[in-house]
Every structure is written in structure tokens, then in C-alpha cells.
């Protein structure tokens, strides 16, 4: 009869795994109200103007360079490293986005917005499982690749 170890793999921090995944929830949400807000102020209120610079330019590059510095540490403590590589894209990413957005280069910067959601969409389901797999005493070692 063999004994199932519940032990965590050396170094590894389950907090992590919740934490980048908390940040990357919020971060789409952020992302959504930025379509929002470009819309709103498109329609003819020029007020929601300033909550779309104030969100793309302060919030949104702020909690994406929280999310590269979680990936990094979960990379770290032994976890996948394509999802810290994958952070850093997407923080680069938003950086051009800012730059488009403030160049009036709509024709890059609007699908530039959707395929940053659409990152934010495959990272948060990666991280999901990951979050799930660390705190999941059951899984052998809780990697995921």
C-alpha cells in the first residue's frame, strides 16, 4: 500500500498562485471598463475621457507590473516560467497600448485592446488551475504545464 505525500514541493508558496490570480481577475475587469469608458466618452461625454486616461495610463500598467513581479516569485518558487514570460508581454503590451492610445493610433490601439483582454482571458485560466492545483493538497506536486 503506498503512501500519498501531501507535501508541497521545496520553496513553494500556494499564496502566489491566488494572489497573481486575484491580480489578473481584476485586471480584466480594469481592461472591460476601459472599452467602457472609451465608449462612454466616444458617445459624446467628454468626462469619461479622463477615466480612460486615468485607468490606462495609472491602474491598469500598475496592477500588470504587480502581476509580472507575482509571476516572477511563482516562477520562483518552482512553477512554470511562460506565465511570468507571458506577464512581461502583457505589461509590454499595455506600455505600446498607452503609446498608441496617446498618438491617436486607433487602428493599433483598439485591437491592441482586445488581444490584451484576450492574454489577460488565457493567463487567468492558466493561473486558475494553478491556484486551484497549490492549494489542492491532493495534487501530487501541484505543477502545471
Same mark, same amino acid.
Given at each position: 500500500m503506498a503512501v500519498q505525500s501531501t507535501a508541497r514541493p521545496t520553496g513553494s508558496r500556494p499564496g502566489i498562485a491566488v494572489a497573481l490570480h486575484l491580480v489578473l481577475r481584476l485586471l480584466a475587469v480594469l481592461v472591460f471598463a476601459q472599452a467602457v469608458?472609451? #465608449?462612454?466618452?466616444?458617445?459624446?461625454?467628454?468626462?469619461?475621457?479622463?477615466?480612460? =486616461? *486615468?485607468? +490606462?495610463?495609472?491602474l491598469i500598467p500598475l496592477l500588470a507590473l504587480l502581476a509580472v513581479v507575482l509571476a516572477v516569485l511563482l516562477w520562483r518558487s518552482g512553477r512554470p516560467g511562460w506565465i511570468a514570460l507571458a506577464s512581461l508581454a502583457l505589461l509590454l503590451a499595455?506600455?505600446?497600448?498607452?503609446?498608441? #492610445?496617446?498618438?491617436?493610433?486607433?487602428?493599433?490601439?483598439?485591437?491592441?485592446?482586445? =488581444? *490584451?483582454? +484576450?492574454?489577460?482571458g488565457a493567463l487567468l485560466g492558466r493561473t486558475r488551475n494553478l491556484a486551484r492545483a497549490s492549494t489542492d493538497p491532493s495534487a501530487p506536486s501541484g505543477r502545471l504545464r
Open positions: 469608458f472609451a #465608449g462612454l466618452f466616444l458617445d459624446g461625454n467628454a468626462a469619461w475621457r479622463q477615466w480612460h =486616461a *486615468i485607468n +490606462g495610463m495609472l499595455i506600455i505600446v497600448q498607452n503609446a498608441m #492610445g496617446q498618438s491617436g493610433q486607433v487602428a493599433v490601439h483598439v485591437p491592441l485592446g482586445v =488581444a *490584451i483582454l +484576450g492574454l489577460i
